[in-house]
């Protein structure tokens, strides 16, 4: 018998010891602390439950559950004058969604078709970079046009740059237009028939800067 009590007392946990200690003097110091009146208040309130206990228990159960009645659906009657002429989605207090109108769908659909067409999608090389882009990502310089000539000439020049001459002739546009002479451009880039340049927006933004291109043939 005294084994089965070692083996239980070594087996409880020293917290819940503590636990329960400390939650006893709590109660002890709170029972010291009641007046005569908050005794007799708490009897008279233990009796009252402890007879609502009993009466609940010795009581029979012949009280049915009520039985949810189910309401009949309401008949709305609604007046068309009353619906709004637009179709809408949601409620009153919030964004209504409403139709498009045609001329709002044509637009779109002629941009995407633009964008998913042949248009769209034909591709050319850039005369400062010698990449390939989107036609529709590029913007046409023609040779005619001298201030953009002017600074094309000013920052692609090949003069003072000390180049291999195969290196300068490999990109020496000369040959397709004569106003190209000295300036590194990709012959791909070039439209002779249209004497214009192709210029891809990275590009043609730094020109207008009157930058060099970060990845122009010059670099």
């Given at each position: 018998m005294?084994?089965?009590?070692?083996?239980?007392?070594?087996?409880?946990?020293?917290?819940?010891?503590?636990?329960?200690?400390r939650n006893a003097e709590a109660a002890r110091r709170y029972r010291c602390r009641r007046t005569p009146e908050d005794r007799e208040r708490h009897r008279q309130q233990e009796r009252i439950r402890r007879r609502e206990r009993r009466q609940r228990s010795t009581a029979p159960s012949t009280s049915m559950p009520a039985l949810r009645q189910r309401s009949e659906p309401a008949t709305v009657v609604v007046n068309e004058l009353d619906v709004p002429s637009t179709p809408a989605w949601g409620?009153?207090?919030?964004?209504?969604?409403?139709?498009?109108?045609?001329?709002?769908q044509e637009r779109f659909l002629e941009r995407l078709r633009g964008a998913l067409g042949a248009s769209g999608l034909d591709e050319t090389v850039c005369a400062v970079c010698d990449t390939w882009v989107l036609r529709t990502h590029c913007h046409t310089v023609v040779v005619s046009e001298f201030v953009q000539m002017n600074d094309i000439q000013t920052l692609l020049s090949s003069r003072d740059e000390n180049l291999i001459p195969p290196l300068v002739s490999e990109?020496?546009?000369?040959?397709?237009?004569?106003?190209?002479?000295?300036?590194?451009?990709?012959?791909?880039?070039?439209?002779?028939?249209?004497?214009?340049?192709?210029?891809?927006?990275?590009?043609?933004?730094?020109?207008?800067?009157r930058e060099i291109p970060k990845f122009a043939i010059k670099n």
């Open positions: 005294s084994n089965r009590s070692d083996l239980s007392n070594k087996t409880v946990d020293p917290k819940m010891v503590e636990r329960r200690r409620d009153r207090d919030v964004p209504q969604l409403r139709p498009v109108s045609s001329v709002t990109y020496d546009c000369s040959s397709m237009l004569p106003e190209l002479e000295g300036i590194l451009l990709s012959k791909r880039g070039v439209d002779q028939a249209g004497r214009s340049l192709h210029v891809c927006n990275l590009c043609d933004d730094s020109l207008k800067k």
